[in-house]
């Protein structure tokens, strides 16, 4: 795969949607006020209600009043002071009429809709779905680590039944992520390469939510990854930082250490594992755990089986855009596990256990 990076494509290109927005501060501060023309002058735009279905999540996220009457409301340009408050120590800013919250503007459509730009040229009918699809992933990738993040936290606090439910969402999540190719591989082989050529050196190897989700997990071993690639400053500090902090699988060591079991050693975790799963009725709670975690990592292990088939029915034995053997090199990461000792323990489970 790949994608548009490095080539004066993307948020630099994308215009602020042409209206200000008129919101209460916890949202107005999330979207900002905008300057569409980037005159500095205030802009009054006049704009009808959105009908009825389109504002009506918006307004609940927002407590918006009725609908009925729009609200029209007066807000500071944002100038450096801050959310929600007027640049230069308090004095404050020329005043713009701002508009009532609408689908568009709260979720962002036109940025939205001006962020996939084919290189092709003419554009070939294939590529936008190739963007979109790319564009798809990364906001299921981004969503994900929102939840694995808050999946470690309850494991922190000793909140299985929290973690639960923030895998119900991962799962479901992954399901979308495997099943997804299906809508990629519509495209054939000839489709893909009338547009291939131009996207070299751009791979989806560099996508850093990707390798963020492998980090948080526990996968070690590609930490090289970070050397060779060429990534944004922000993206680097979030795979350093990543790298740095507790893992999925620390914080499970952690929760099983403070119930008692021994998670000092390969063997011991293999052990503790064994326990849980020989007599669950005892530890239910931390059964459902280990249960949710190996359906974790089956699930990205599906996808990665899924990815690898899908780029050989794509482009063969041909070498990836990012400059790898392709679907030899990605063959070689099916074998990577989040918790090795969690997929160890089915062996021995049900064998008598050794004086
Ligand atoms: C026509 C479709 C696609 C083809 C032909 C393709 C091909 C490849 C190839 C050959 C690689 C190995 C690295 C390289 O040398 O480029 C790779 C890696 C990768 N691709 Fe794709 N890909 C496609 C679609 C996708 C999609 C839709 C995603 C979703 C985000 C994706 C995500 C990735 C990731 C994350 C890697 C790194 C895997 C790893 O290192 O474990 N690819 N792809």
Known sequence: MAVALGRGVGVAEARPVGVAVALGVGVGCALGVLDPGGSGAPEVPVVPPPPPHAHASATKANHAPSRTKPRISVRYR????????????????????????????????????DLQHPLSDPPHHDELLFIAIHQVYELWFKQMLHELDAAVAFLNGDDLLRVGKAFRRIHAIQQILVSQVDVLETMTPQDFNAFRDGLNPASGFQSAQFREIEFLGGVRGNEDYLRHLDLTGPERERLERRLREPTLYDALKAVLRRNGFDVSSHDALVATFRSIYQDDASHYALYLLLEDLIDFDEKFALWRSRHVLMVERMIGMKPGTGGSLGVGYLQTTLSRRFFPELWEVRTVLGQTVQP
């Open 78 to 113: 944002h100038q450096g002071g801050g959310c929600g408050v007027p640049a230069g120590g308090g004095a404050e800013g020329p005043p713009v009429a701002t508009e009532q919250l609408t689908y568009g503007s709260y979720l962002r459509i036109a940025e939205l809709l």
